[in-house]
């Protein structure tokens, strides 16, 4: 993973891994998976989410 801001940048190195991510926003009460990824939970402020990839790389 690289970066300090969104959206972030990720690479893999296997097919069907599954990448796992948590935030806790300051200005938003019920933030919103990112595209791609699918909303674990989200609310008070906080968000976790996955996305599964099917391929190597980024």
């Known amino acids: 993973m ?7 940048s990720i690479t893999t190195t296997n ?3 599954i990448l796992l991510a948590g935030f806790r926003m300051s ?3 019920s933030p919103t ?3 791609g990824w699918t ?3 989200n609310q008070q402020y906080t968000l976790s ?3 599964i990839v099917t ?3 980024t």
């Open 2 to 8: 690289t970066g300090t801001s969104d959206p972030l």
């Open 15 to 17: 097919a069907n891994d």
């Open 27 to 29: 200005g938003t009460p």
């Open 33 to 35: 998976a990112g595209s």
């Open 39 to 41: 909303a674990i939970e």
């Open 49 to 51: 989410e996955y996305q």
């Open 55 to 57: 391929s190597a790389g």
